[in-house]
């Protein structure tokens, strides 16, 4: 509920009001994240009956329980711009649902990995798309990610411990990883091609200025990297 | 997070602190009902995957996500009366697993009324046995009830619908409450004669007042009569 607060401020029309493309691009991100959130949750919930323990049982539900709480705030944001938070979410349901029917975890392990390398990749993304949005939705968007970073200290140590106690484990974790990042730009760019509007956001309109192709690439590879120094801060090869 | 404001005053000593037997039976308390929170977390999450919409599957993953964040300042509270909270709900497991195996949902109406039945139980219990508690623990306890009883009118929409288009459902979801409200008769009545200390919360102890057998029986009277309201509530008979 204390999210809610900081969308209540007046909304930007200036930029959200006057511009229908920069509104529909706006209804699509936060589209897009909320559809997100809600199978963060539905994979976290269900990676959490494989916990080995009871405390790691409650700590997957309760980075579900997080993601499912950003919802709201999303779809509030959603309504006051016009339009309906089911609708905004209807077009990238086929793309996220099959990034996780490809990436259905086999067990623990691949699960934690999956809820760090995912969300991970997700928040780079949001924070570089974040530079070319009015202030009430950067602070919306920014707010969806995992503020304090409590969830990745928990996965880090989880999996370096199972790395410590079996090294052969470490290949195939790794190989999970690349098969993850694979197959999220397999659907970004499956939306990408989708959704122009959306695309607009970062390659800029006419009065808004964008990301020139060369720009374009050096995010991509800033994204790469992140996803690299991620994979080697759980002990793993990208 | 609002919640952990709420135990952070002083606790108090004066019955927390002085009697052993009285803080046994709050850690116990507190360890039942934050096992029943991490359980109804796992079967809401469970059922909105049987959701026939996405915004039914969000209403249901939102009351699983509420559920969840009740778990913290339990868990807290536990920790400040020097036990743990996991061993503090070891003793419940298998009592309230056996609830959940013995009413596993077969469909999405029977777990609506699970989780309005259920819930709603769970709560009269706790509201009666909050007039024994220190402020604090009784704040505690009181907080982790569904306050603003959305969820309610959420399910009770939803069920009187379905019963309006098609009658004889209620005939099978009148005897699932009934299967219900047995099952959880059971389950208490093994919890009451394990755990001596729980128990004594209700009837007493040497320096406090407690409820006779007359009492009891009254109790238990209220606590039915408010299932049947709530089942008439549904528009099924009790």
Known sequence: MAESAEIDPPSDPGL???????????????????????TAFERLAEDAKLAPTMQDKVALATMAATELGKVGPLHQRITELGADPFEAMAPFNRAIDEFHRHTAPSDWLEGLV????GDGLADDFYREIAAFLDPTTRDLVVSSMDEDGGHAV????????????????????????RRLMGEALTQAQR?????????????????????????LGRMFTRLTERHAARMSELGLDA
Chains 1, 2 share one sequence.
């Open 114 to 117: 999956k809820a760090f390398v």
């Open 154 to 177: 928990f996965v880090v140590d989880r999996v370096r411990a199972v790395i410590a106690a079996d090294p052969k484990v470490a290949g195939r974790l790794a190989l999970w990883g």
């Open 191 to 215: 939306v990408a091609a989708d959704r122009d509007s959306l695309t607009a956001l970062l390659t800029g309109g006419v009065d808004r200025p964008g990301l020139d192709l060369a720009a």
């Open 16 to 38: 959200a009001g006057d511009d229908p493309g920069y509104r529909a691009a706006v209804v699509d991100l936060l589209g897009v994240i909320s559809y997100g959130e809600i």
